[in-house]
């Protein structure tokens, strides 16, 4: 496969094992909330990077008001404004659609890599609902972050029952990364009620993507 800077992000002086963190989703648009919790990942993980994989789309999401995958795209870059997050189009390089194929994929690419997918808690109470959800947990370590109004219902979901066994407690967050998977941490942070949804409803209807980006930053 042809190496695609945009599509695979390695860092300046790449030697191979790095800690990777993953953080998916159709960032429709990027917004502060996002670069938070990377930080926060960033710093109690003790990861090198963080990769927004940003989706060509969401199965779970319609594809109304779904803006151009450049346009979310240069969202995330607007918004990410740091040197260790960075923003690529992955999946659409390589023609994933579902976490679980992608997860593998990554597996198979960089072997040496130490990755561990980054969740809010909205998305580990609605797990169950991926394709092969058990088969993307066991594909590498989860880290789930708190959203506000989750936190409850992340804690009974289906998917934090199953993966009880394997949890982690927060201060062996460092850890995570080269824990072998199935591996859960649930890591406490800022909630931040910034949501891409709520972005797209208050914004007026010319306003640019990447403007309200740049106007998120500046009110942090």
């Known amino acids: 496969m042809k190496y695609d800077a945009q599509a695979f992000p390695l860092p300046p002086g ?6 990777i963190g993953l953080l998916g989703g159709s960032f429709n648009p990027a917004h502060a909330a996002h670069r938070e ?6 710093h109690r993980l ?3 990077a963080v990769w927004w994989l940003v989706s060509p789309q969401n199965p779970l999401k319609s594809v109304t008001g779904m803006a151009a995958l450049s346009a979310r795209l240069q969202s995330a870059r607007d918004i990410s404004a740091h040197p260790r997050i960075m923003p690529c189009t ?3 390089a390589i023609g994933t659609r579902y976490s679980a194929d992608t997860a593998r994929a990554l597996r198979k690419l960089y072997p040496r890599m130490r990755f561990v997918w980054l969740l809010g808690a909205d998305n580990l109470a609605q797990l169950r609902y991926w394709k092969d959800w058990r088969g993307f947990a066991a594909a590498m370590p989860l880290c789930v972050l708190d959203r506000p109004g989750y936190t409850g219902k ?28 199935p591996a859960l ?8 009620p910034l949501s891409a949804t709520l972005i797209r409803a208050a914004q007026p209807a010319k306003a640019s993507i990447a403007a309200f980006g740049r106007r998120s930053i500046t009110r942090k």
């Open 185 to 192: 941490l649930r890591l406490q942070s800022k909630l931040n």
């Open 14 to 19: 790449f030697h191979g094992r790095l800690r």
């Open 154 to 181: 992340a804690a009974a979901s289906l998917a934090a029952h199953a993966l009880q066994p394997h949890r982690l407690a927060m201060s062996d967050a460092a850890a995570l990364p080269d824990r072998a998977a």
């Open 37 to 42: 919790i990377s930080l926060i990942a960033l």
């Open 90 to 92: 992955f999946e659409s």
């Open 46 to 48: 003790k990861l090198d």
